[in-house]
């Protein structure tokens, strides 16, 4: 089975400064790997998703993330962030094979925080 | 189009009582999964449903809970005897297919347990 780690729980970052939400998989084969945002007091939604296609893939809102297989990463980024960012982040990796093709496992989340 | 429709939106109930949520995926939507969010965690896997397969009920944390889905429409979540610890947000997801089709997620159920 699949699993997902975010580093760090909660991340704090000042406007316009650079945002880096780490996610790493346990998978021996590469996986499908998904970014979704939870905005406060609403339901969660794509960000983007990687597909084993271009291993840098972009996303709604100037958010980005790239597949590193070497380093089994999927960290998500966007160079400067704005106070409408402020949400959690949750990275999910989906089962390629087996009896559990299909089935989305996602990490703990990371709360991102913005300053002015 | 409509989305992920959950009912109800909460749901206060005694302990020891037995609850019942639905889901309604979005039209054409083959996969349907169930989470469970309790407050300040993550997203935890409870069970997935794709097409005609047998469901995937690995994550169902106790046989006080089970889930039924008829064909490719509306799924139902039951937890029997209902316990504190089952309080949390269940949220719903539907997609087109399994694997790299992505989900889309309904305003979840806020389940309270007194």
């Known amino acids: 089975a699949q699993s997902v780690t975010q580093l760090g729980s909660h991340v704090s970052v000042s406007e316009g400064a650079l945002v880096l939400l780490r996610c790493n998989y346990s998978s021996s084969v590469p996986p499908y790997l998904f970014w979704y945002v939870q905005y406060p007091n609403q339901g969660l939604q794509l960000l983007l998703k990687y597909t084993s296609a271009a291993t840098l893939v972009k996303g709604i809102n100037g958010f980005e993330a790239e597949f590193k297989k070497s380093e089994t990463s999927f960290h998500l980024t966007k160079p400067s962030a704005h106070m409408s960012d402020a949400a959690e982040y949750f990275c999910?990796?989906?089962?390629?094979?087996?009896?559990?093709?299909?089935?989305?496992?996602f990490g703990q989340g990371t709360i991102l925080t913005v300053h002015p | 189009g409509a989305g992920v429709s959950q009912s109800p939106s909460n749901k206060v109930t005694e302990k020891g009582k037995d609850v019942e949520l639905r889901c309604d995926p979005i039209s054409g939507h083959t996969a349907l999964y169930w989470y469970r969010q309790r407050l300040g965690q993550g997203l935890e896997f409870l069970i997935y449903?794709?097409?005609?397969?047998?469901?995937?009920k690995s994550g169902l944390p106790s046989d006080r809970f089970s889930a039924e889905r008829t064909g490719e429409s509306v799924s139902t979540l039951t937890i029997q005897r209902t316990q504190q610890e089952d309080s949390a947000v269940y949220l719903c997801?539907?997609?087109?297919?399994?694997?790299?089709?992505?989900?889309?997620f309904g305003n979840g159920t806020r389940l309270t347990v007194t």
């Open positions: 997801a539907s997609s087109l297919a399994a694997g790299s089709s992505p989900l889309h």
């Open positions: 999910a990796v989906s089962d390629v094979g087996g009896t559990s093709y299909g089935k989305l496992t």
């Open positions: 449903f794709q097409g005609n397969s047998a469901p995937d």
